[in-house]
């Protein structure tokens, strides 16, 4: 099956810019999602990307895709405290969606 | 639009004792998913139905696990009988078709005792 790995931690100052990396195994990825989870809640889908983009762009939200080394990234601009929460990488093989463990990201003051 | 509804949010049991979690797709949706999600980790796929046929129940327990989808629109996942594993967060999601965006509801949280 699909792996997607992502790194586990981050802590970001507000204000600054925060970035999710993201890795995956299968280059026939067609779509590649950013969801986020705030405690107790569901997933909020943030943005998307089509395996024919290199960037997409969604106001404080930018995606890159390299898929010659299959890494997804997701850059926030002017991280604020109502970012701190759980980001999911999440890529699509067939009709199934593969999820990494999620990225905490942490706001500081 | 209404997002997908879940019920109950939260639920605690004994082990070996049963329980069953309800979802409503977003109106219109023909595709339905229940994910698990074991803390720390990333949801995983238990069943998805297309209408009200099974598409994928590959990684479903079927020993104590059962779902099913009435008439095509609400849902229902039991667990019977549970174990302390199956502690974890059930997500229901849905998406216009098969290869579409799925949008999640708020989940259901058991706690196996």
């Known amino acids: 099956g699909e792996d997607v790995e992502q790194s586990l931690f981050l802590s970001v100052r507000e204000g600054d810019s925060s970035v999710i990396n993201c890795t995956y195994t299968?280059?026939?990825?067609?779509?590649l999602y950013w969801y986020k989870q705030e405690p107790g809640a569901g997933l909020q889908l943030l943005t998307y990307?089509?395996?024919?983009?290199d960037m997409k762009q969604d106001q404080r939200l930018t995606v890159l895709l390299n898929k010659k080394d299959k890494h997804l990234s997701l850059r926030i601009a002017d991280t604020q405290t109502g970012d701190s929460a759980i980001y999911f990488c999440?890529?699509?093989?067939?009709?199934?969606?593969?999820f990494g463990a999620g990225t905490t990201v942490t706001v500081r003051a | 639009e209404a997002g997908v509804a879940q019920s109950p949010r939260y639920k605690i049991i004994e082990k070996r004792q049963s329980v069953a979690f309800w979802c409503n797709p977003i109106?219109?949706?023909?595709?339905l998913y229940w994910y698990q999600q074991i803390l720390g980790q990333g949801p995983k796929l238990l069943i998805q139905?297309?209408?009200?046929?099974?598409?994928?129940d590959s990684q479903l327990p079927k020993d104590r696990f059962s779902a099913e989808r009435l008439k095509g629109v609400d849902s229902t996942l039991k667990i019977q009988p549970a174990k302390l594993e199956d502690s974890a967060v059930y997500l229901c999601?849905?998406?216009?078709?098969?290869?579409?965006?799925?949008?999640f509801g708020p989940g259901t949280r058991l706690t196996v005792l």
């Open positions: 999601a849905s998406s216009l078709g098969g290869t579409d965006t799925q949008y």
């Open positions: 299968d280059s026939s990825s067609t779509y």
């Open positions: 990307i089509f395996s024919n983009m």
């Open positions: 999440a890529v699509t093989n067939d009709y199934k969606l593969s």
């Open positions: 109106s219109g949706h023909a595709t």
């Open positions: 139905f297309q209408n009200n046929g099974v598409v994928d």
